[in-house]
């Protein structure tokens, strides 16, 4: 079953450091997203990616954050200067009409 | 603003009860429902619900929806400990090219020996 792949499943950061998470959606998937779950919280979504640009970005996708589809394959986001609060589960995402596929996520710790 | 809103949040039973999960949501251009099962990480695809009343059933799990009421069940019978995590509820709202999901609190269900 095609699945989303997320590296890294860990990171470990310290504030004011800049991080990148990576995804490869599943290939013939044209809609991609990244979501982030703060533990204890609801799963929220940050931002969708169609076309090859931004197609929607929530309050909490501020100015630190980026998305890029640098080739084919890989959809990233960036993070430029971490912040304690951005602690949190990342989940990249891709969708068709038949199903809104998760990847396992990367656990990202702001210290 | 989109609101999906799950009850119960956390339900006990034993072994062999059958459950009733229920989501309610209030989304803009709604499309489709979605169900998750959460253990440790990712959310695990278990139905889209797209179409009013047309019950979808994958073994002991089934779920149904209702565009009237704004409504949708997911049911598990003859529980197995296996079953045991947060099931997550989320509304797909498709506005342009764009399908968000805005996600329920989840409920935490444990199935006890």
């Known amino acids: 079953e095609p699945e989303v792949t997320q590296t890294p499943s860990h990171q470990v950061t310290q504030m004011g450091q800049e991080v990148i998470l990576r995804c490869v959606p599943i290939?013939?998937?044209?809609?991609f997203y990244w979501y982030r779950q703060i533990l204890g919280q609801k799963v929220e979504f940050l931002v969708s990616?169609?076309?090859?640009?931004?197609?929607?970005k929530s309050e909490i996708f501020d100015d630190q954050f980026s998305v890029e589809r640098p080739d084919g394959s890989n959809f990233t986001l960036k993070i430029r200067s971490t912040k304690l609060e951005d602690s949190a589960m990342y989940f990249c995402?891709?969708?068709?009409?038949?199903?809104?596929?998760f990847g396992s996520g990367t656990r990202l710790t702001v210290v | 603003e989109d609101k999906v809103v799950q009850s119960p949040l956390s339900l006990v039973v034993h072994e062999g009860d059958t459950v009733t999960l229920n989501c309610s949501y209030e989304?803009?251009?709604?499309?489709?429902l979605l169900w998750y099962k959460q253990e440790k990480k990712a959310p695990t695809f278990l139905f889209m619900l797209?179409?009013?009343?047309i019950e979808k059933k994958s073994g002991r799990l089934s779920s149904i929806l209702d565009k009237k009421e704004l409504f949708s069940i997911l049911n598990i019978t003859a529980t197995q400990t296996g079953d045991s995590a947060v099931y997550l509820c989320?509304?797909?709202?498709?506005?342009?090219?764009?399908?968000?999901?805005?996600f329920g609190k989840g409920t935490l269900l444990t199935v006890n020996p």
């Open positions: 990616f169609y076309n090859n640009e931004i197609s929607e």
């Open positions: 989320a509304a797909l709202n498709s506005g342009g090219s764009n399908y968000k999901l805005t």
């Open positions: 995402a891709s969708y068709e009409n038949y199903g809104y596929t």
């Open positions: 989304v803009t251009n709604f499309r489709s």
């Open positions: 797209t179409s009013s009343g």
């Open positions: 290939s013939n998937h044209l809609y």
